[in-house]
């Protein structure tokens, strides 16, 4: 029998794990990343229990779980530190069947390339769909400076700016500009403990959340014109949005070295695309459905696509049908998250005395009422279930990735 063989275009989150659960399935698969390492864009990733068990799927969870670090209370606050609601590890754990995790993103690239083949990903190559195999018995055609690569599947997750997406869609317009941007660091712990928080203030927003290997993942968010950097530094520019909010917000950036401050502005794919399949290719991540962080979803449906994706994919399957049950399967509910957080990032946007006023208030009444009410909001997001609990934990050391 011959192997099928997929090519991976990307090397994030979705499309590393993509790459495992197929090559978990029985495929061959190349991974091309045009950047020269594997080294992730990004400080930290949130794993909600949605995420836990699609990566159970792929022998993973329980190694992800293994870095839960949220214990006790936690919730949201207002600049000056007032509680406007509250929420319990415990409490969400057992609405959603486990913990959220909080951990490194590069501790997460670590552990999903370890399951891969060495020879599997190329860093360093440039990717260029010229054939998405639609017709007939064709396979897709992937350019390289290499050379062209055949495949039996095309997994696009090249990002927000995805040109396996361009390919197959070039009318769709694509992200739009959310309207603000975002700041992610990683810190030494304060000395002085603090509990898991997010604080709104006035178009703006910051999160403090400990690991378990002992640091602080932090983020911020405001509103801001596309494009727009600081004059001077970000460290800097952080201390003039947020210096003077509750504690651990300016202990957490005066430990941070300005080079360590990430920004980047958000965009997300309001108009959704038609499919998210065309012939033997297909999209997965923010390629397929960029939303903005504010449900902390992004990578986490990145995640759900790669087993979705592989649970169709047998490799004996017909690839085309295949990719357009994946396409039926995901695009639902991918396309009301992206809703969800865009009207999250809306009412985090509002900036008028009274609207924040009003925000803060219903937020304090939702508390007052349970803690299952804040929950609420991830109802149907938090309690997915994958299509299948795991494949065979057998990963064919004799066999090779394709050329």
């Given at each position: 029998?011959?192997?099928?063989?997929?090519?991976?275009?990307?090397s994030?989150?979705?499309g590393l794990?993509?790459?495992?659960?197929?090559?978990r399935?029985?495929?061959?698969?190349?991974?091309?990343e045009?950047?020269?390492?594997?080294?992730?864009?990004?400080?930290?990733?949130?794993?909600?229990?949605n995420?836990?068990?699609?990566?159970?799927?792929?022998?993973?969870?329980d190694?992800?779980?293994?870095?839960?670090?949220?214990?006790?209370?936690?919730?949201?606050?207002?600049?000056?530190?007032?509680?406007?609601?509250?929420?319990?590890?415990a409490d969400?754990?057992?609405r959603?069947?486990?913990p959220l995790?909080?951990l490194?993103?590069?501790?997460?690239?670590?552990?999903?390339?370890?399951g891969l083949p060495?020879?599997?990903?190329?860093?360093g190559?440039?990717?260029?769909?010229v054939d998405?195999?639609?017709?007939?018995?064709?396979?897709?055609?992937?350019?390289?400076?290499s050379?062209d690569?055949e495949a039996?599947l095309?997994v696009?997750?090249?990002?927000?700016?995805?040109?396996?997406r361009?390919a197959?869609?070039p009318?769709?317009p694509?992200?739009?500009?959310s309207?603000?941007?975002?700041?992610?660091?990683?810190?030494p712990a304060?000395?002085r403990?603090?509990p898991?928080h997010?604080?709104?203030?006035?178009?703006?927003?910051?999160?403090?959340?400990?690991?378990k290997?002992?640091?602080?993942y932090?983020y911020?968010?405001?509103?801001?014109?596309a494009g727009?950097?600081?004059?001077?530094?970000?460290?800097?520019?952080?201390l003039?949005?947020f210096?003077?909010?509750?504690?651990p917000?300016?202990?957490?950036?005066e430990?941070?070295?300005?080079?360590?401050?990430?920004?980047?502005?958000?965009h997300?794919?309001t108009v959704?695309?038609?499919?998210?399949?065309g012939?033997?290719?297909?999209l997965v991540g923010?390629?397929a459905h960029?939303m903005?962080?504010?449900?902390?979803q992004g990578?986490n449906?990145a995640i759900e696509?790669?087993v979705?994706?592989?649970?169709?994919?047998a490799p004996?399957?017909?690839?085309?049908?295949?990719?357009?049950?994946y396409?039926?399967?995901?695009?639902?509910?991918?396309?009301?998250?992206?809703?969800k957080?865009?009207r999250?990032s809306r009412?985090?946007?509002?900036?008028?005395?009274?609207a924040?006023?009003?925000r803060a208030?219903?937020?304090?009444a939702a508390?007052r009422l349970?803690?299952?009410?804040?929950?609420?909001?991830?109802?149907?997001?938090?309690d997915?279930e994958?299509?299948?609990?795991t494949y065979?934990?057998?990963?064919?050391?004799?066999?090779r990735?394709?050329?």
């Amino acid at each position: 029998m011959t192997t099928s063989h997929a090519v991976v275009i990307g090397s994030g989150i979705g499309g590393l794990t993509a790459a495992v659960a197929l090559y978990r399935r029985g495929w061959e698969v190349t991974v091309l990343e045009r950047s020269p390492s594997l080294e992730p864009i990004g400080a930290g990733i949130s794993l909600a229990p949605n995420s836990q068990r699609a990566l159970d799927v792929i022998g993973l969870g329980d190694a992800v779980r293994d870095l839960a670090a949220w214990q006790g209370d936690g919730g949201m606050r207002t600049p000056s530190g007032r509680w406007l609601a509250r929420t319990d590890s415990a409490d969400a754990a057992a609405r959603f069947g486990g913990p959220l995790v909080l951990l490194p993103r590069s501790a997460l690239v670590e552990l999903l390339r370890a399951g891969l083949p060495g020879e599997a990903v190329r860093t360093g190559t440039s990717a260029l769909l010229v054939d998405a195999g639609h017709a007939g018995g064709r396979r897709a055609v992937v350019r390289t400076p290499s050379g062209d690569i055949e495949a039996d599947l095309v997994v696009g997750a090249d990002g927000i700016r995805s040109g396996v997406r361009a390919a197959l869609f070039p009318r769709h317009p694509g992200p739009s500009y959310s309207g603000f941007t975002t700041w992610r660091v990683l810190a030494p712990a304060p000395e002085r403990p603090f509990p898991s928080h997010e604080t709104w203030g006035r178009g703006s927003l910051w999160g403090s959340h400990p690991m378990k290997d002992g640091r602080i993942y932090a983020y911020a968010a405001a509103t801001a014109p596309a494009g727009a950097r600081a004059a001077d530094d970000e460290k800097a520019e952080l201390l003039r949005r947020f210096g003077d909010w509750h504690h651990p917000v300016p202990e957490i950036i005066e430990a941070v070295e300005p080079g360590q401050v990430l920004r980047h502005d958000v965009h997300q794919m309001t108009v959704p695309l038609p499919a998210f399949h065309g012939g033997r290719t297909v999209l997965v991540g923010d390629a397929a459905h960029a939303m903005a962080p504010t449900l902390g979803q992004g990578g986490n449906q990145a995640i759900e696509d790669a087993v979705v994706l592989a649970h169709h994919m047998a490799p004996e399957a017909d690839q085309r049908a295949a990719a357009a049950a994946y396409s039926a399967d995901r695009q639902p509910r991918t396309t009301a998250i992206v809703r969800k957080a865009a009207r999250v990032s809306r009412m985090m946007q509002l900036s008028s005395r009274p609207a924040v006023t009003l925000r803060a208030g219903l937020m304090s009444a939702a508390s007052r009422l349970g803690p299952g009410l804040v929950l609420r909001a991830f109802d149907g997001i938090a309690d997915w279930e994958p299509p299948r609990r795991t494949y065979a934990a057998g990963t064919r050391e004799g066999q090779r990735t394709r050329p």
